[in-house]
């Protein structure tokens, strides 16, 4: 079984200021790694993701994520933060392809990030 | 192109009452998936299908819910005799093969009173 700890569901920070969201997962096997986006009354899309390879992955919009298998995190950052980015984040987890499951995602229960001016 | 699309977009409806919900996926996406979300919480999933065919239909909480994809594109999300329990945005998602990344549609917000 496999679950997803967001710690923080709000968040807040200054314009220009630090984005930190945190992560950390619980996987029997290798995980596939990811974080989405919601914007109010739109879809989930997707920032970025972590399969295989490089532990650092950097996604859209200046957002970057890194795997730490020890710690068994993806904490999700920004340098610096923009007004646009005031949104709720969820982190996912899915098995890898080679269990030969469906790969359905199993996700935190988000965290809301309010921008301040 | 065109994105994931699902109809309505809102609904509601009375207890004990039968919906159905809409999911157009992205043309030529083999797989879909249907998840749904409570308020407060992250998307948890419901059932999976790869072509006509429901691969993995583990969290579909009871047997009043039933989905079907009939010809391998469009899927219907069927809720019998409705719980204000079932209350939560529905959330359908497809990809291009069960192992690509998940393109969600705004989902469809259900509410039974």
């Known amino acids: 079984a496999q679950s997803v700890t967001q710690l923080g569901s709000h968040v807040s920070v200054s314009e220009g200021a630090l984005v930190l969201l945190r992560c950390n997962y619980s996987s029997s096997v290798p995980p596939y790694l990811f974080w989405y986006v919601q914007y109010p009354n739109q879809g989930l899309q997707l920032l970025l993701k972590y399969t295989t390879g490089a532990t650092l992955v950097k996604g859209i919009n200046g957002f970057e994520a890194e795997f730490k298998k020890s710690e068994t995190s993806f904490h999700l950052t920004k340098p610096s933060a923009h007004m646009s980015d005031a949104a709720e984040y969820f982190c996912?987890?899915?098995?890898?392809?080679?269990?030969?499951?469906?790969?359905?995602?199993?996700f935190g229960s988000g965290t809301q990030l309010t921008v301040l001016p | 192109g065109a994105g994931v699309s699902q109809t309505p977009s809102n609904k509601v409806t009375e207890k004990g009452k039968y919906v159905e919900l809409r999911c157009d996926p992205i043309s030529g996406h083999t797989a879909l998936y249907w998840y749904r979300q409570s308020l407060g919480q992250g998307p948890e999933f419901l059932i999976y299908?790869?072509?006509?065919?429901?691969?993995?239909d583990s969290g579909l909480p009871n047997d009043r819910f039933f989905a079907v994809r009939p010809e391998g594109s469009v899927s219907t999300l069927k809720i019998q005799r409705t719980e204000r329990g079932d209350s939560a945005v529905y959330l359908c998602?497809?990809?291009?093969?069960?192992?690509?990344?998940?393109?969600f549609g705004p989902g469809t917000r259900l509410t039974v009173l």
């Open positions: 998602a497809s990809a291009p093969s069960f192992h690509n990344e998940q393109f």
């Open positions: 996912a987890v899915s098995d890898n392809f080679s269990s030969g499951s469906a790969r359905q995602l199993t």
């Open positions: 299908f790869q072509g006509t065919g429901a691969a993995d």
